[in-house]
């Protein structure tokens, strides 16, 4: 198992790949490295995600989605999925879209 300073470095690594892959217009690739980046994260704390969050991510990779960010901020709370096809985001106030 890698270490907190690891896990964190192996992120950011990842969020330049992304960076990277959105610029050539590689989404599939973007959606994995957004998966795998929400895969880290969770190794990270048990408080990263919860019951509810799990289900919707796994329901957007069930419905096709490669991979997806969820965001949690003060106002709300947002996930972004990324698709073969399309991309689509959703707030907390239509969690049901998933």
Known sequence: MLDRISF???IKNLA???VEALAAGEIDDFGRLLN????L???????ISNDALDEMYCKALKAGAIG???ADAPAAE?????TPQWSATTTSAAPSAI
């Open 8 to 10: 964190l470095r192996e």
């Open 36 to 39: 795998q980046g929400w895969a």
């Open 68 to 70: 997806g960010k969820i």
């Open 78 to 82: 947002a996930s972004c999925c990324s």
């Open 41 to 47: 994260k969770k190794q990270l704390a048990s408080r």
């Open 16 to 18: 330049y790949k992304g």
